[in-house]
């Protein structure tokens, strides 16, 4: 190896100096060469193409896949049969969501939210059990689920034709897989009113007894008799009334 420019080149003016520093081209020898080439490994053999089972990726998944949400489904045509028989009071052919509208924890009231959209988004009839609104709700729904763990008496809970579905994470996950259709096939539609004809979506009527202050006035039946304040018994402890209609 040795400087071209050194052995062949004499005038310095015919390649400028940039930087301080004049150009030299570098003439590698046959021998040099060899010598830089062993530095480089020689390649190895190529691998071969792995091949990749997916059922045996996911055979891990299906042992910790929720209960209540078959995965993957066997038949979409009876595909609400795959869930657990229990039906709620008046709920073998309608869709019963039990949910909250109190606020005060942010994320069970946004869970409610969620499904309610979620279900009202396929425009059929749902029978909505608000359980602060009414304590006959809440331990309906505790009865319901009677030995299943604690978390499964917060709403939002759905059931469907008298089949639980679940929670707000397994209502999401079948809107998730596209099988929200399958759930809820076979029910009727709703026609050009949306919200109930007796209480407007409410699903209450306030006490006429009453008026919603939960107390009747019971007048003396005799001579120095006091009247006395009762608790009223034609609603409950808000109040209200259920709506015959929807409820």
């Given amino acids: 190896m040795g400087c071209v420019s050194s052995t062949l080149l ?7 100096k940039i930087g301080g520093f004049s150009h030299h081209f570098v003439s590698l ?6 010598l830089l080439n062993t530095l ?13 089972n997916a059922w045996d990726l996911m055979s891990d998944l299906d042992e910790n896949a929720n209960p209540n949400l ?9 595909f609400l049969e795959n869930f ?6 008046r709920g073998e052919k309608r ?44 331990d309906e729904l505790r009865e319901l689920v009677k030995g299943k763990t604690a978390d499964h008496c917060i709403p939002p809970r759905l059931f ?5 579905v679940g929670g707000a994470e397994e209502v999401i996950g079948i809107v998730d897989k596209g099988f929200i259709a ?14 109930c004809e007796g209480c407007g979506g409410a699903g209450f009527f306030p006490c006429s007894t009453c008026h919603g202050s939960c107390k009747l006035v019971k007048e003396g039946c005799g001579i120095g008799v006091r009247s006395v304040v009762v608790k009223c018994g034609d609603c409950n402890e808000n109040g209200l009334v259920l709506c015959p209609v929807c409820s």
Avoid: W
């Fill in 10 to 16: 004499t005038h310095d003016d015919e390649f400028p």
């Fill in 29 to 34: 020898t046959s021998t040099t060469y060899g």
């Fill in 40 to 52: 480089d490994p020689p390649p190895a053999d190529p691998l071969p193409p792995e091949t990749i």
């Fill in 70 to 78: 078959p995965n993957p489904p066997l038949n979409l045509n009876n």
């Fill in 84 to 89: 657990e028989k229990i039906c709620p009071p």
């Fill in 95 to 138: 869709v019963v969501l039990y949910t909250t509208s109190l606020r005060g924890v942010r994320k069970t009231f946004e869970d409610c939210e969620a499904v309610r959209s979620a279900i009202r988004g396929l425009g059929i009839p749902v029978c909505e059990r608000d359980i602060s609104m009414h304590r006959g709700f809440r």
């Fill in 160 to 164: 469907v034709e008298g089949r639980y």
């Fill in 182 to 195: 399958a759930l809820v096939q076979g029910l009727p539609k709703l026609g050009g009113a949306c919200a």
